[in-house]
């Protein structure tokens, strides 16, 4: 599976000192069925712990997930900073997820050239999620 941030994600996860190793950890969870919230459409909430802390007290990111193909993390929040997202997001979101998720490997490669989107390497691999 490849994983992919987009730019507004990375800046969470620089502000926040989540690793892309975390990232990767997350991803492996939810290729195991281990899921926190499938919101539909493609997009699923997990948690990440916060440094020092478990889960229950940390960030929540929203992916948006092809299963066994393709992640994006699109979106992460501290559950002090907001419980959920509204439905007028979550409406986007889906619109959003519709679009990436269809992406082949030129429209991703056009995206990372151009910044939209950065590959996420796990384990020394782009392609070493399962």
């Known amino acids: 599976m490849r994983v992919f941030k987009n730019k507004p994600f990375a800046r969470f996860v620089r502000r926040n000192e989540i690793t892309d190793e975390e990232l990767c950890k997350t991803i492996k969870e939810i290729s195991r069925g281990l ?3 499938d919101l539909g459409g493609g997009i ?8 020092g802390s478990g889960k229950s ?6 992916i948006l997930l092809k299963v066994q193909k393709l992640a994006i993390f699109v979106h992460g929040f501290a559950k002090n ?7 007028d997001e979550l409406a986007a979101l889906k619109k959003l997820a519709f679009s ?9 490669k056009r995206a990372v050239a151009n910044g939209t989107l950065i590959e996420v390497t796990c384990d020394g691999n782009r392609e070493a999620v399962s």
Do not use: S
């Open 35 to 37: 899921i926190a919230a």
């Open 44 to 51: 699923i909430k997990q948690r990440i712990a916060r440094r």
């Open 57 to 62: 007290g940390g960030f929540r990111t929203l």
């Open 81 to 87: 900073d907001m419980e959920n997202i509204r439905p």
């Open 100 to 108: 990436l998720l269809a992406y082949g490997d030129d429209e991703l």
